[in-house]
């Protein structure tokens, strides 16, 4: 699939800020006043940014409350009710945690568990898409939920947590990636069902339908290399998971979060490039390309 | 569950104001269109579900019409080059100044050396027009584009059969069991092909795709053989010899329709190889009963096709003998051509037996009595349900014309010609080659030419050659070289004309082919004809008048530029006289007409030729106060007559319109055409619609319609006699002698019996270092140059990779990506790869036409048309490479002259790495028209 | 909407033939035609005349090669739209319910007023029958040509798909796969007729008829019927043996 940079960064953004938002709204930090101010406003910042990007990935924007409609069926109309529904609960509790000092823990929980909603709505919407084998797979969802809450707990500064956390995510992707590997063959799909021409011999494309250029190859057909990406792979790993969980060993401290932060956003930056580029649509095999 | 909500849609939306009917233009098919407008402009095509050609369907080219029609590339004035020639810089002028310039430049010519103006045509569909008026001129030198199209197929059935296939013929589609196609991607025939292929697929019948490439119709053939290319003729005569073997040909057929019996004359001497003749000079056959030699239709004989006459101790045998002695000879056993055709010895069998098998155990009977030339009455009508097709394949190589007359031998050796199941004629054919003019070259100035241009030599005192030998015309059409091309030689005009061989040239006048670029051998040579400068500064070729619709190549090498209108603004007309669209059981013609106004300032170029004719004074159009005879092309339509009451429509004639072929002109016949979708057919009666050419019902029928002035009764050739004359010639007898270095040629190539040699370049001793041929194919969805301007078509087509087996892909371990780098004796170009396994081992080939030269066409100059696309065009040169004998010999069939474009031998080397643009790239033309549009979404909604 | 009709009482779609497509990509162009002058915005065509154009179409034709050990390779021109699924993951996974399959024939369209354009559906669509237009940012796919099928300002026979109408080989079928009598049903019961790709789970509508078989044609079964002339010709007789076959049967004549 193509590497869209605006839905990397909606989902590696928003991912973190609802994670950070989930710790907020369970009060396992409760802060208040100008902490609660920063802490607030990032989680907000942050999933509103993504949202923000997200839209910028639509043909249009302006019929974007339209997308609210479909929850029963949708994970993306889910999603955006989740969002929403997660933005505006969390709003009182804030709101009370900044200006009163007194947080409302009921809201707070309901949030807490809209925005965990919103993060496995946001995995689902690809973990759903059974024409691309290595995303329809039950290790997807963990891999948004951890990094959300892996990232989530490193800007609640829950170091411990965000340790475990950490060693988790590092585990999920291992696992997404081993597994997922295997997928597009579990998923039986070749050239030959495609065609329904499997039966007569071996099937290949001998020209694609235009020699111009098209929507479904731009947006489906992206081809990385294999070495390119075991790199990716390595960086993804050790950037976003293991090199956060080894600073969160040190002495505590603004400059190690810091680090741990950045290695992280760095490291899930290229978990989510190749979470896209790696994914291989079914459709690529009407075009030579798998 | 709740019933979902589902948005009210409007159904029945109104689809057009008004539909127009008329003709398609995005090829020469010819299909019935229906015109959807809205607000007055072109809204949606579809196919004309009562016309006769295609019956509502319609190809991607006829859809895409609109792009056409709305091409950034439409000429929008007329042109005055300002640059120097090649350049493409050009100022627009008025339609008065350039018929003023046109006028002043031709006048002086017609007054003094008529030859002088060399007028040829491309894909135009008005010959019979431009021909009229290039006779009216006076010049000899006017042809149309079939010398470098198929004048192979076309000569080569016409001698042979008297039609040929496309617009002669068609297999007879609702009744075939077995279809055999030749060497064909698409052809004329495009739609009509199309659906009766899947005729053939929806009953199951059997069809057979001969042709080194496995592709579109020969993808869906059941059964494919992937011949060498040039070999089809011995793969045919290897059929034919298993036939013979087997007895599997319908002597009752041979003897009744054919010349079969004919009597060769054996003395010695000048009559040797000619037809043994009575003193009525009707030749003679021997009649089993009496064993005397009779006249061949003489009532109440039994002629005989085993033995002959002996007359003065000279045995003549009849043609059929010598047919079989020939064939029957072990060199055309499976096993001996089995290695050069690449078809193994049992596959031959195998096609030889289902043919006799369908032919002779699957025969139809139609219970449709009719009655023959000889007054014979018949109860039924008996057919032998095999069918074949060829084209190009068969027809551009320099052994076509003798491949092509052994295709129709192998029909008529069945019976299957004319005969239910079998191949077709479409009216005005069958008409044999007497019943065709003979070639005209008489010129004088100030006087129009002796006759027509074109027509069918039946000896060497048809010629169109000087008494030292010397051709008359600037093509050297009807010469030595190309005794029988009929067609004319348009791919030799711009060569000769430079060289100034036969002679000199003034104006060299072009309609609608784009010379400078996709129908010209040698590309990048003839570009520099073109510019080529005499050493005082003046062009060699001194003018060029050029008429186009489009932004194309030639349009860059012009002089003048006359605009023409695109096919939804003008009126055409697809008349008999011409190239029909008839078919099998109809006459039929057709007209387009202006279903828009154009909204340039340009004119139809018929229009235009007339005007510039009146401004001549051309006789036929000028009265005699010298005003113009005709208003436009419209009233020459409807007004001009070729004899009294045949006129270019056959339809809606006389004045109350019921003339049906012939009848006086009729001022509202093009409305009555427009009446009636824009076409008119007349059927032909059930007993006239089978064995044409012996079916006095049939041949009663075309007098009554105009077709003939008396009926034309006549049977096959399967012995050519006109080509002995050539021969014997060649043999030195009579007083018109080929030059010696031609005798040999003459005697081998010009046999009165089909033959087959290796191809000119497959027979050089080059060939060795060039061992793969390349081809050519022209994809459905593109006419020639024309689709690359279309924004819908060009998406499908829009670079020329190159296709190779799988066989060479790993012999030269290419891989996906890569680039090859072709190389023939003449030239050299690169192309990127694609592996293609359906096809046979030593072909490759890409698509034709598909390139563009940079500053072309409207298009971007890095378009993919330019940057990875090439034409192999360039790889052909129109001589053969030099021999050693101090001659350059023709790239052509040396019958015919038709230009042998699939002969190309080459040899591929893998491209070095990093190759990213195809070789060669032209240096850009500046376009004449501005840049386009960048993005599309046009509708025409209310 | 987005939700999925019970399953429709009629099932509109078509019927490809494998055996007969010449790859004339004819459907291609009356589809972009017609698409382009009716349902909802033109398909427009991007770099239309430069060097990367990039258009879109509601139906395509690709070709595929099959190389077989026994027998030559074949070619097969492969037309492709939108199939109509029974079970469309498209249309669950749209967020608007611009995506929808209607109740009455099962056709699935793209409300375009609705559409916001975020591709989800063409992501979900394993086919590749959805295109997002260039220009108007909306989800676009084969309409059956719902404009025409049921359209009152056509001609009865006119009322069909324009890709069926203008296919010059006769490729293509359209008509109500939901009842086993249609033609189109009889046609696929007699042909084999087969989905594409059915472990995606989306049970398509439109059915694909396998090209028929190649190559067959066998020397033994037919050869008897060519029974060659044994006596073998010689140098001075080169037709002996064919030359009294030829007087037996002109006698016969
Ligand atoms: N390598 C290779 N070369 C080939 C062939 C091949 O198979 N392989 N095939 C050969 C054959 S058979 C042929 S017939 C030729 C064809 O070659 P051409 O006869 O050159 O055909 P086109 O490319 O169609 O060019 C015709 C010109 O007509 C113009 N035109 C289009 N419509 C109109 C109109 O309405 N009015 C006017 N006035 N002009 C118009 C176009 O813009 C174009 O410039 O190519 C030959 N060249
Ligand atoms: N869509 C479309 N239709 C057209 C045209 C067009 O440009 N586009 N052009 C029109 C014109 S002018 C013409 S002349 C006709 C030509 O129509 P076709 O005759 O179909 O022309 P080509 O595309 O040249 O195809 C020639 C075929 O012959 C095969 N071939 C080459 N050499 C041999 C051989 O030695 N033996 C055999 N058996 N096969 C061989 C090639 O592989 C190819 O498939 O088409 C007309 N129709
Ligand atoms: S075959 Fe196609 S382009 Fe040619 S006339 Fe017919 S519809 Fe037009
Ligand atoms: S129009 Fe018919 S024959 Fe042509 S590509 Fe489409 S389905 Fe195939
Ligand atoms: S083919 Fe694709 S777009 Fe059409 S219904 Fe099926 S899944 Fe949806
Ligand atoms: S692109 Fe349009 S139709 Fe597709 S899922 Fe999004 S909103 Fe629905
Ligand atoms: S049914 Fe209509 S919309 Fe669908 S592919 Fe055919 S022409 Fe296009
Ligand atoms: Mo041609």
Same mark, same amino acid.
């Given at each position: 699939m193509h590497p869209a940079p605006s839905l990397i960064l909606f989902t590696v953004l928003s991912g973190m800020g609802f994670g950070l938002l989930v710790w907020l709204g369970l009060g396992l930090r409760a802060p208040t006043g100008l902490a609660a101010f920063i802490l607030f406003g990032l989680g907000y910042a942050l999933a509103g940014a993504g949202l923000i990007a997200a839209a910028f990935?639509?043909?249009? +924007?302006?019929?974007?409350?339209?997308?609210?409609?479909?929850w029963r069926s949708s994970w993306l109309s889910r999603e955006a009710v989740f969002s929403a529904a997660t933005l505006a609960l969390m709003a009182p509790h804030a709101a009370a945690s900044v200006f009163?000092?007194? +947080?409302?823990p009921l809201l707070g929980w309901l949030g807490a568990a809209l925005a965990l909603a919103t993060i496995v709505a946001t995995a689902m919407i690809y973990a759903q898409?059974?024409?691309v084998p290595r995303w329809h797979h039950w290790s997807t969802p963990p891999v948004f939920v951890l990094a959300a809450l892996a990232g989530g707990a490193l800007l609640a500064a829950q170091l411990t947590l965000a340790l475990w956390l950490m060693l988790a995510l590092g585990l999920a992707m291992a696992v997404h990636w081993v597994l997922g590997d295997q997928q597009f063959a579990l998923a039986r799909s070749d050239t030959g069902t495609a065609t329904g021409l499997g039966r007569f011999g071996r099937v290949r494309l001998l020209? +694609? +339908?235009?020699?111009g250029r098209n929507y479904l190859l731009r947006e489906m057909v992206h081809v990385v290399g294999r070495k390119h990406a075991r790199k990716l792979r390595v960086i993804a790993l050790v950037l976003g998971a293991v090199l956060p969980a080894l600073a969160l060993l040190?002495?505590?401290?603004y400059a190690v979060v810091g680090l741990a932060l950045l290695a992280h956003i760095a490291g899930m930056l290229a978990q989510r490039w190749l979470f896209f580029a790696e994914a291989e649509h079914v459709v690529g095999l009407y075009y030579g390309k798998r | 569950m709740a019933m979902p909500r589902q948005p009210a849609l409007n159904?029945?939306?109104?689809?057009? &104001?008004e539909v127009r009917k008329t003709t398609c233009y995005?090829?020469?098919?010819?299909c019935g269109i229906d015109v959807h407008m809205k607000q007055g402009k072109v809204a949606y095509i579809e196919g004309n579900? #009562?016309?006769?050609?295609n019956k509502g369907v319609l190809c991607a080219k006829g859809s895409a019409g609109i792009m056409q029609h709305l091409s950034p590339a439409r000429l929008r004035a007329p042109l005055k080059r300002?640059?120097?020639? @090649?350049?493409g810089e050009f100022q627009e002028i008025s339609w008065d100044e350039a018929l003023q310039l046109a006028t002043d430049w031709l006048k002086p010519l017609r007054e003094?050396?008529?030859?002088?103006l060399a007028f040829f045509t491309g894909r135009d569909q008005s010959q019979s027009f431009t021909g009229w008026w290039a006779q009216a001129f006076g010049t000899p030198n006017w042809a149309a584009h079939g010398g470098f199209c198929s004048v192979n197929m076309a000569a080569a059935g016409i001698y042979t059969m008297g039609g040929s296939f496309w617009e002669f013929g068609q297999p007879d589609w609702d009744r075939t069991k077995l279809f055999l196609l030749f060497g064909?991607?698409?052809?004329?025939?495009s739609n009509p092909i199309k659906m009766g292929l899947g005729k053939l697929k929806a009953r199951g019948a059997r069809v057979i795709g001969v042709n080194p490439i496995r592709s579109g119709y020969n993808a869906i053939? &059941? #059964?494919?053989?992937?011949i060498t290319p040039g070999t089809d003729g011995l793969f045919i005569l290897s059929l034919v010899h298993e036939l013979l073997r087997a007895g599997k040909i319908d002597l009752g057929y041979l003897i009744r329709?054919?010349?079969? $019996?004919y009597l060769v004359n054996?003395?010695?001497?000048?009559?040797?190889?000619?037809f043994l003749r009575g003193d009525d000079g009707k030749p003679l056959v021997r009649d089993?009963?009496?064993g005397r030699a009779v006249?061949?239709?003489?009532?109440d004989i039994a002629p005989d096709l085993a033995a002959g006459v002996d007359i003065g101790g000279v045995t003549h045998l009849p043609v059929f003998r010598h047919l079989a002695d020939r064939y029957l000879? $072990?060199?055309?056993a499976p096993e001996a051509v089995a290695q050069r055709c690449g078809i193994a010895p049992a596959r031959i069998r195998a096609i030889a037996a289902e043919i006799a098998r369908v032919a002779f155990e699957e025969e139809i009977t139609l219970h449709q009595p009719w009655t023959d030339f000889r007054g014979v009455k018949h109860d039924t009508m008996v057919g032998r349900p095999v069918a074949m097709h060829a084209m190009r394949g068969v027809?551009?190589?320099?052994n076509g014309f003798q491949t092509a007359r052994a295709l129709h031998m192998l029909q008529i050796l069945i019976g299957s010609v004319e005969t239910p199941g079998g191949f077709r004629f479409k009216p005005?054919?069958?008409?044999?080659p007497e019943a065709h003019p003979r070639p005209h070259a008489g010129h004088s100035p100030g006087q129009p030419l #002796?006759?027509?241009?074109?027509g069918y030599p039946? @000896?060497?005192?048809?010629?169109?050659?000087?008494? &030292? =030998?010397?051709?008359?015309r600037i093509d050297k059409?009807?010469?030595?070289?190309?005794?029988?091309?009929?067609? @004319?030689?348009?791919?030799?005009v711009i060569s000769n004309a430079h060289a100034g061989d036969p002679y000199q040239i003034d104006t060299l006048f072009l309609y609608m082919a784009n010379m400078a670029w996709?129908?010209?051998?040698n590309t990048s040579a003839v570009m520099e004809m073109l510019t080529d400068k005499t050493p005082d500064g003046s062009?060699?070729?001194p003018r060029i008048i050029y008429s186009d619709a489009y932004a194309s190549e030639m349009v860059g090498f012009a002089d003048l530029v006359l605009p023409d209108t695109t096919y939804l603004e003008r009126h055409d007309c697809i008349s008999l006289l011409d190239r029909p669209i008839c078919e099998a059981d109809a006459l039929a013609d057709s007209i387009r007409w202006p279903v828009v106004a154009p909204d340039?300032?340009?004119?139809?170029f018929q229009s235009v030729l007339l005007d510039l004719g009146a401004r001549l004074g051309l006789p036929g159009m000028v009265r005699d106060d010298g005003t $113009?005879?005709?208003?436009?092309y419209a009233d020459y339509i409807t007004h001009?007559?070729?004899?009294? =009451?045949?006129?270019?429509?056959?339809?809606?004639?006389g004045p109350d319109g019921?003339?049906?072929?012939?009848g006086a002109p009729n001022p509202d016949q093009i409305n009555r055409y427009i009446e009636n979708g824009g076409f008119w057919t007349c059927h032909i009666p059930e007993d006239a619609q089978f064995f044409k050419p012996w079916n006095a019902a049939y041949q009663d029928w075309a007098v009554a319609r105009g077709l003939y002035d008396s009926p034309q009764p006549y049977v096959f050739n399967l012995y050519v006699e006109p080509l002995r004359k050539f021969q014997l010639a060649a043999e =030195?007898?009579?007083?018109r002698q080929p030059p010696d270095h031609l005798r040999a040629r003459l005697m081998e190539t010009l046999d009165p019996l089909p033959i087959w040699y290796p191809t000119f370049t497959d027979a050089d001793a080059a060939a060795k270092d060039y061992p793969l041929h390349a081809l050519t194919q022209r994809p459905m969805a593109h006419y020639h140059s024309w689709g690359s301007q279309n924004a819908w078509l060009r998406q499908i087509h829009g670079h020329t990779p190159l296709y190779i087996s799988g066989y060479l892909w790993a012999q030269h371990g290419f891989e996906a990506g890569d680039w090859a780098t072709l190389t023939s004796p003449h030239g050299r170009i690169t192309l990127p790869v694609v592996r293609m396994?359906?096809?046979?081992?030593?072909t490759v080939w890409t698509w034709n036409a598909v390139a563009k030269r940079r500053?072309?066409?409207?298009?971007?100059?890095?378009?993919p048309e330019a940057t990875k696309s090439t034409l192999l065009n360039h790889l052909i040169h129109e001589l053969l490479p030099?021999? =050693?004998?101090g001659l350059r010999w023709a790239n052509?069939? $040396?019958?015919?002259?038709?230009?042998?474009?699939?002969d190309l031998r080459v040899k591929i080397e893998k491209a070095p790495?990093?190759?990213t643009v195809s070789y060669p790239a032209h240096s850009a033309q500046s376009s004449p028209v501005p840049k386009p549009p960048r993005n599309l979404a046009h509708q025409v909604k209310e | 909407m987005t939700t999925l009709p019970p399953t429709p009482a009629r099932k509109l779609g078509l019927v490809i033939d494998l055996d007969t497509c010449?790859? /004339?990509h004819a459907c291609v162009i009356s589809c972009k035609g017609w698409n382009t002058e009716n349902y909802g915005a033109p398909l427009s065509d991007m770099d239309?005349?430069?060097?990367s154009p990039e258009g879109t179409f509601l139906n395509r034709v690709h070709s595929f090669e099959v190389t077989r050990d026994a027998a030559p390779p074949m070619v097969v021109h492969f037309p492709k739209s939108?199939?109509?699924? !029974? !079970?469309?993951p498209c249309v669950t996974v749209c967020p608007t319910g611009a995506s929808y399959k209607r109740a009455e024939d099962g056709i699935v369209l793209v409300n375009e007023t609705d /559409?916001?354009? /975020?591709?989800l559906c063409a992501w979900a669509c394993?086919?590749?029958a959805r295109e997002m237009d260039g220009a108007e940012k909306v989800m676009k796919k084969c309409t059956l040509c719902v404009d025409r099928i049921y359209?009152?300002?056509?001609p009865e026979q006119d009322r069909e798909p324009a890709c069926v109408r203008s296919c010059p080989a006769g490729a293509r079928h359209f008509g !109500?796969?939901?009842?086993?009598?249609?033609a189109v049903s009889q046609l696929v019961a007699e042909r084999g007729g087969f989905d594409l790709m059915p472990e995606q789970g989306t049970r398509p509508v439109n059915k694909y008829l396998p090209p028929r078989?190649? !190559?067959?044609?066998?020397?033994p079964a037919l050869a008897s019927l060519c029974a060659?002339?044994?006596?073998a010709p010689t140098p001075?007789?080169?037709a002996q043996g064919f030359l009294g076959w030829l007087d037996r049967a002109l006698e016969k004549l």
């Open positions: 990935h639509l043909g249009h +924007p302006e019929r974007a409350l339209k997308a609210f409609s479909q009163w000092d007194r +947080p409302l898409i059974r024409a020209e +694609p +339908p235009h020699s040190l002495p505590a401290g | 159904l029945s939306p109104q689809v057009s &104001d995005m090829c020469a098919c010819r579900r #009562d016309h006769p050609v300002v640059g120097p020639r @090649g350049s003094t050396a008529p030859e002088k064909v991607a698409e052809d004329h025939d053939a &059941d #059964d494919w053989v992937g329709y054919t010349n079969a $019996p054996a003395h010695d001497g000048p009559e040797k190889g000619l089993r009963r009496t006249a061949w239709d003489a009532p000879s $072990p060199d055309y027809s551009a190589h320099s005005p054919y069958p008409k044999p #002796d006759g027509p241009h074109l039946l @000896g060497p005192e048809h010629l169109l050659i000087h008494d &030292d =030998g010397q051709p008359k059409a009807f010469s030595w070289d190309a005794p029988l091309s009929a067609h @004319g030689l348009m791919h030799m996709n129908s010209s051998m062009y060699k070729i340039r300032n340009v004119r139809p $113009p005879k005709f208003r436009d001009h007559e070729r004899r009294p =009451g045949i006129g270019p429509l056959a339809g809606f004639r019921t003339g049906q072929g012939r =030195g007898h009579g007083s396994d359906a096809l046979n081992p030593h500053g072309a066409w409207a298009l971007d100059p890095n378009a030099p021999r =050693g004998d052509s069939d $040396p019958v015919t002259g038709q230009a042998a474009w699939y790495a990093g190759q | 010449v790859g /004339c239309a005349y430069g060097e939108c199939l109509h699924c !029974d !079970d469309a /559409c916001i354009g /975020c591709g394993p086919y590749g359209n009152e300002n056509l !109500d796969l939901g009842n086993p009598e249609s078989g190649r !190559d067959t044609l066998q020397m060659p002339d044994t006596s001075a007789r080169p």
